[in-house]
């Protein structure tokens, strides 16, 4: 890759700004304190195994299933929280049993995902994004009087239901990714019948979460006023197609929303007509009349079932998954940003190693030997960090390409089975719709 440097006398005659530097990275820590150093990670990870790499008690490939049910509430008051059972099935070696359950709160899911993200997402992995937050509801759950953690005693609320369903899915696709299922922190939230540590920093007000808030606010200034110079057009055509599917998402998310909602008003409109069909063939004298308006008060009623059914099938298939989607392209986006951040500490240490070659030129001019020794060391420390700047950035690329291939090839067959479990859904309701209409036509065709 040609180097990007440019020295301060260039920058200025071009007018360019030097681009801006993030809190969280040390650029200038010594070669020596390896532990701390920022660009150790991108030499140190391998990079994604693929699928059939990840190592198995069995001949076979590998599996995992996951799934997650029974929400209880434990505890009373403001200090109660909901656990799910999270069960497992798997033939991957790192685990120890090949089928086990733990019990696992809301925040434990939040803590697991901001680990992912905090180890990886400069590696250019994408980390499934973890469901959202839910004040309202959970103070509902909190302020109820649910029974505690007693078998059977689940909690049936329609947002309950929606975030146990959104977690299943969210550790299901940590899991089919092939180098996250063996993370050791996943492997432990899994495995472990342990409590875990608390993960206080999920708190939407905690004084953590005012920071992250800060924090976004700061990244996305630095997305809008920095505009990176891409040398790969791979990266320019792909975020182009990121920015325009995750729009018409948004938009086709909108679409199916106000669908759930007109089938659901269309449902209970339906019941109305029912009761009042019912009603009308109790005073109606006419016998043949009013056996058919009862007829039809019955098959009103299965309807109003039916596009019930048909309202969740829009919400639980359909609109569930684009939401998730929407989620993911948002952590892709994620991704290509933090190569942006990573290009820019590689701009930053070529222009200090530009400034400490310049320094050096001027001593050797001046023939201040005592300090040659000493901007000789500078030059070659900075020369170190640039080729491990380089080579982060190299690394991150190559990666962001392997998970976007792997992120495609997932998505097409997700797609696919949910537009097909989709399809079926509504057609099995409409030919239910159409046998309950066919069995009350010889009824009113014997109205004398």
């Given at each position: 890759?040609?180097?990007?440097?440019?020295?301060?006398?260039?920058?200025?005659?071009?007018?360019?700004?030097?681009?801006?530097?993030?809190?969280?990275?040390?650029?200038?820590?010594?070669?020596?304190?390896?532990?701390?150093?920022?660009?150790?990670?991108?030499?140190?990870?391998?990079?994604?195994?693929?699928?059939?790499?990840?190592?198995?008690?069995?001949?076979?490939?590998?599996?995992?299933?996951?799934?997650?049910?029974?929400?209880?509430?434990?505890?009373?008051?403001?200090?109660?929280?909901?656990?799910?059972?999270?069960?497992?099935?798997?033939?991957?070696?790192?685990?120890?049993?090949?089928?086990?359950?733990?019990?696992?709160?809301?925040?434990?899911?939040?803590?697991?995902?901001?680990?992912?993200?905090?180890?990886?997402?400069?590696?250019?992995?994408?980390?499934?994004?973890?469901?959202?937050?839910?004040?309202?509801?959970?103070?509902?759950?909190?302020?109820?009087?649910?029974?505690?953690?007693?078998?059977?005693?689940?909690?049936?609320?329609?947002?309950?239901?929606?975030?146990?369903a959104s977690l299943e899915r969210f550790l299901n696709r940590v899991a089919q990714h092939p180098f996250l299922c063996q993370d050791t922190d996943f492997v432990n939230f899994l495995e472990s019948d342990q409590e875990l540590p608390r993960a206080v920093n999920t708190a939407a007000l905690s004084g953590a979460g005012v920071m992250?808030?800060?924090?976004?606010?700061?990244?996305?200034?630095?997305?809008?006023?920095?505009?990176?110079?891409?040398?790969?057009?791979?990266?320019?055509?792909?975020?182009?197609?990121?920015?325009?599917?995750?729009?018409?998402?948004?938009?086709?998310?909108?679409?199916?929303?106000?669908?759930?909602?007109?089938?659901?008003?269309?449902?209970?409109?339906?019941?109305?007509?029912?009761?009042?069909?019912?009603?009308?063939?109790?005073?109606?004298?006419?016998?043949?009349?009013?056996?058919?308006?009862?007829?039809?008060?019955?098959?009103?009623?299965?309807?109003?079932?039916?596009?019930?059914?048909?309202?969740?099938?829009?919400?639980?298939?359909?609109?569930?998954?684009?939401?998730?989607?929407?989620?993911?392209?948002?952590?892709?986006?994620?991704?290509?940003?933090?190569?942006?951040?990573?290009?820019?500490?590689?701009?930053?240490?070529?222009?200090?190693?530009?400034?400490?070659?310049?320094?050096?030129?001027?001593?050797?001019?001046?023939?201040?030997?005592?300090?040659?020794?000493?901007?000789?060391?500078?030059?070659?420390?900075?020369?170190?960090?640039?080729?491990?700047?380089?080579?982060?950035?190299?690394?991150?690329?190559?990666?962001?390409?392997?998970?976007?291939?792997?992120?495609?090839?997932?998505?097409?067959?997700?797609?696919?089975?949910?537009?097909?479990?989709?399809?079926?859904?509504?057609?099995?309701?409409?030919?239910?719709?159409?046998?309950?209409?066919?069995?009350?036509?010889?009824?009113?065709?014997?109205?004398?």
């Amino acid at each position: 890759m040609e180097n990007n440097g440019t020295s301060e006398e260039q920058q200025q005659e071009t007018g360019q700004q030097p681009p801006p530097l993030f809190d969280n990275v040390d650029i200038t820590s010594p070669d020596d304190e390896n532990e701390n150093d920022i660009f150790e990670s991108a030499i140190q990870e391998p990079l994604s195994p693929v699928l059939e790499d990840v190592p198995t008690d069995e001949a076979g490939d590998a599996f995992i299933e996951i799934s997650v049910s029974d929400p209880q509430k434990v505890g009373d008051g403001m200090g109660s929280y909901l656990a799910y059972k999270v069960s497992t099935k798997t033939n991957i070696l790192k685990f120890k049993k090949r089928q086990f359950f733990t019990m696992r709160r809301f925040s434990d899911f939040l803590g697991l995902h901001d680990l992912l993200v905090s180890k990886y997402l400069r590696l250019g992995r994408i980390i499934p994004p973890a469901p959202e937050k839910n004040i309202i509801g959970t103070t509902k759950v909190k302020m109820g009087s649910q029974p505690h953690s007693d078998p059977g005693t689940g909690i049936n609320l329609e947002w309950v239901e929606n975030r146990r369903a959104s977690l299943e899915r969210f550790l299901n696709r940590v899991a089919q990714h092939p180098f996250l299922c063996q993370d050791t922190d996943f492997v432990n939230f899994l495995e472990s019948d342990q409590e875990l540590p608390r993960a206080v920093n999920t708190a939407a007000l905690s004084g953590a979460g005012v920071m992250r808030l800060f924090n976004k606010v700061g990244e996305t200034v630095n997305k809008i006023t920095y505009k990176m110079d891409e040398t790969d057009p791979w990266f320019n055509d792909k975020i182009n197609e990121v920015e325009n599917i995750d729009a018409h998402m948004q938009k086709l998310h909108s679409a199916i929303k106000a669908l759930v909602t007109h089938r659901r008003e269309l449902a209970t409109l339906t019941g109305g007509v029912a009761k009042s069909a019912a009603l009308l063939s109790t005073c109606e004298e006419h016998t043949g009349l009013s056996q058919a308006l009862s007829q039809l008060a019955d098959v009103e009623e299965k309807v109003e079932l039916l596009r019930s059914e048909q309202a969740n099938g829009d919400l639980y298939i359909l609109c569930e998954t684009i939401k998730d989607y929407i989620g993911l392209f948002g952590a892709i986006k994620d991704v290509f940003h933090e190569r942006v951040k990573v290009f820019q500490n590689w701009q930053h240490a070529q222009m200090q190693l530009t400034k400490k070659r310049e320094n050096k030129a001027k001593l050797e001019l001046q023939e201040r030997r005592d300090k040659l020794d000493f901007a000789q060391k500078e030059v070659e420390e900075w020369e170190g960090k640039v080729q491990r700047c380089q080579k982060e950035f190299d690394n991150i690329s190559s990666e962001i390409k392997k998970e976007m291939e792997r992120f495609e090839l997932a998505r097409a067959r997700d797609f696919k089975s949910t537009i097909i479990k989709y399809l079926e859904d509504q057609a099995a309701h409409q030919q239910q719709q159409m046998k309950y209409w066919e069995a009350i036509v010889p009824v009113a065709k014997e109205i004398a």
